[in-house]
């Protein structure tokens, strides 16, 4: 089920991601469509989407000589940011209440993926000596 934010209403039938009203169904928090989510299915695809993302970023880095650790940090701490700010917004959405709330366990399931990749392989890095 898609939610329209700006609404605070579901939306069943979406034309062009958009609410009868006219508002994108789109999140920039949550890097995507409004639709609901369970908190399992999110916190996998972002768990997934990370480790990708951290293994091409680090790799595109080693191959271009950069620092690697120095890069690897960054998008570490890219990823704690987004998944503190992920996790604000769907605590406000649970607040809200209403429809808007069924989007909560979503938010929540990417920042908590978000932190653990982020935290955890900061944790590994700074123990390895990878990351300065
Ligand atoms: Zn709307």
Redesign the pocket.
């Known amino acids: 089920m898609y939610i ?4 605070n ?1 579901p ?1 069943p039938d979406p034309v062009k991601n ?6 994108l169904l789109y999140d920039r928090h949550l890097l995507g469509h409004t639709q609901e989510r369970s908190f399992g299915a999110s916190f996998f695809n972002t768990l997934i989407l990370c480790i990708v993302l951290f293994l091409t970023t680090t790799a595109a880095a080693a191959l271009l000589k950069k620092s690697t650790g120095t890069w690897a940090g960054y998008i570490l701490v890219m990823f704690i940011v987004a998944g503190i700010i992920v996790l604000f917004r769907g605590l406000k959405w649970k607040r809200q209440g209403g429809a808007v709330a069924r989007l909560a366990p979503r938010a929540t399931g990417m920042a908590l993926a978000c932190l653990l990749t982020g935290g955890g392989l900061f944790a590994v890095g700074i123990t390895l000596g990878l990351i300065r």
Not at 4 to 7: H, K, M
Not at 18 to 23: E, L, S
């Open positions: 329209c934010t700006q609404c209403q939306v958009k609410c009868p009203r006219g508002h």
